[in-house]
């Protein structure tokens, strides 16, 4: 594919302020040509051009935490437990509403029984529109205190082999999750966070030792004191992240990934659906802990990547432009929340040809009807999307 984007605004996604009256080549899938359009030598009868006046060019968006395999709503958790063949199907779907929201690359963070995989796979053979998809397989969690369709070990020797299995299976990254009991399954005298530290640092090990990143789903203070010290890749949702946690995920270098959208589709159902108010104030918890947390991760400098939690959460897919106007509401200025959602999310991925409009790179990217850095809101107004230089959306 031989394109032209022609006479557009530009943001290269690096930090540059955006440029106007610019135009990108691209030929054979990745960006060939960047400058102002006055200065293009090319032949426009041998070149697909796309009008990019009154528009702004900006990289292809990274959502760092979905789960294709569930649509969110109210009843996430239980789509999750539906038949295999259904929640196949589903995922394919949602990863196209995905794609057509401008995200093209992804880490789905947890599926059950590798269908996250799966996609991943059809989608790097062009099977399916889909975003570029990082698959994490399912979630690792110790017995007894996580979902049913998860990983689950009970020592150290059961934690590595569950790492292994998922390597063996084909997960693109490792994800564990810190939580706590189920109330129902709680063993007498058991430990608050059966993932302690210890075993935290094996699971962290065993990833790096195989040349796996690791996301560690803490969405409590326990376990987001336990993970901000851990020394794992990403630190998942962080809903109530102290300062000293904080401080110490600068020193071992791990991103946050916030997950805003979680409570905020929980307090939209809570309402609509009428929740129990147990349910409404665990919302309301997350909610104030979160906006917290992000804001006090901002000024402290933590590196922060955009993530949704579309599926895993209440959020639903392709509703991307809502997280990044969380981040801005939580003191990041709109460049800064495209960078979470760009260049931040493509070295948190591993994604070094992706994240910026550069020449050389691979030639993702998405056309605006509007300034992302005047308005975020400006990431809805989708005009079309370009994965490795097709016309996708």
């Known amino acids: 594919m ?10 290269d996604g690096v930090g540059s302020p955006a440029q106007p009256k610019m135009s990108v080549e691209v030929r054979d899938g990745r960006i060939h040509w960047v400058g102002p359009a006055s200065q293009w030598q090319g032949n426009r009868a041998t070149v697909r051009v796309v009008e990019g006046r009154a528009r702004t060019l ?16 109210p009843d996430w958790i239980a789509r999750f437990t539906d038949p295999i063949p259904e929640i196949s199907m589903r995922a394919v779907e949602l990863a196209e509403a995905s794609l057509r929201s401008g995200v093209t ?4 963070v947890g599926a059950p029984q590798g269908v996250s995989i799966r996609l991943a796979h059809a989608a790097r053979a062009g099977e399916i529109r889909a975003p570029n998809i990082r698959a994490a397989g399912t979630w690792i969690a110790h017995r007894g205190t996580y979902v049913s369709f998860a990983r689950h070990f009970g020592e150290a020797g059961e934690l590595r082999a569950a ?24 063993q007498q005298a058991a430990s608050e966070i059966p993932f302690d530290e210890k075993l935290l640092s094996v699971a962290v090990e065993e990833a790096h030792k195989s040349g796996f990143k690791i996301a560690c789903h803490a969405n409590d203070p326990t376990s987001c004191r336990i993970a901000a010290r851990g020394g794992v890749d990403s630190l998942e949702h962080g809903m ?6 904080l401080e110490a995920m600068v020193k071992n270098k791990t991103c946050l990934v916030p997950t805003m959208s979680v409570w905020d589709a929980m307090l939209c159902y809570a309402r609509a659906v009428d929740w129990p108010e147990t349910r409404k104030k665990r919302a309301e918890d997350l909610r104030k802990g979160s906006l917290a947390a992000v804001t006090a991760a901002v000024r402290a400098g933590v590196q922060i990547a955009l993530g949704t939690d579309a599926g895993g959460g209440a959020a639903r897919h392709g509703r991307i ?5 969380l981040m801005v509401e939580c003191g990041m200025e709109p460049r800064d929340a495209l960078i979470a959602a760009t260049s931040t999310a493509a070295r948190l ?9 550069e020449e050389g790179k691979v030639a993702d990217m998405v056309l605006l009807d509007a300034d992302p850095l005047e308005s975020i809101g400006a ?15």
Request: glycine share 10%.
């Open 2 to 11: 031989h394109l032209l984007i022609d006479e557009v605004q530009l943001w």
């Open 58 to 73: 900006i990289p292809g968006l990274m959502d760092c935490h979905v789960h294709y395999s569930s649509p969110g709503g």
């Open 105 to 108: 690359t992804a880490r789905d």
């Open 163 to 186: 790492i292994k299995s998922e390597i063996e299976a084909g997960a693109d990254l490792i994800k564990v999750a810190l939580s706590g009991w189920n109330e129902s399954t709680r």
């Open 240 to 245: 109530f992240l102290q300062a000293d946690d």
């Open 321 to 325: 432009a809502r997280e990044a106007e």
């Open 349 to 357: 991925i591993g994604e070094d040809e992706r994240g910026s409009i």
């Open 379 to 393: 990431l809805r107004l989708v005009a079309a999307v370009f994965q490795g230089g097709r016309h996708v959306a």
